[in-house]
């Protein structure tokens, strides 16, 4: 696990490899948090890629902001909402406010990934409180 520091972008870079089956449209990639303290976090410029060259995240930047609501959900009653004020690039990030266990934020992918196949992703993470040491990117 990777420390992510108050007040200050932490770049978390990780993989994972797709199933063999069970690839729907509903498949995304969940950013959460492992324990049950109350926290807020944001995540700006998610990439999931194959190759360098085509980001699989859907608005990895988060500056959609008509269609926040669509392409950043809540995991697990986490509040989600888009800060226009707190980015890493530039001033939009999406927000997470959780009090329990496996709560964060879910981006939905732009298109159903390959089956068998290793992407990578990469995000950055910045939280309000001290000690968020428990930080989990998943495939979903």
Known sequence: SQDVTISVWTKVNCAFTTP??????ANAILIQQATATARTFYVDNLSVTVAADFNY????????IVNFGTNWTSVSGATVTQSVTVGNDASNSARAVTTGTGQG??????????????YRITVYAASTTAGFNSFTVRYS
């Open 57 to 64: 995240a859907t608005d990895g930047g988060v500056d959609d």
């Open 20 to 25: 063999a089956s069970g690839i729907t449209s």
């Open 105 to 118: 934020v879910r981006n939905r992918l732009a298109v159903n990934p390959l089956q068998n196949t290793l």
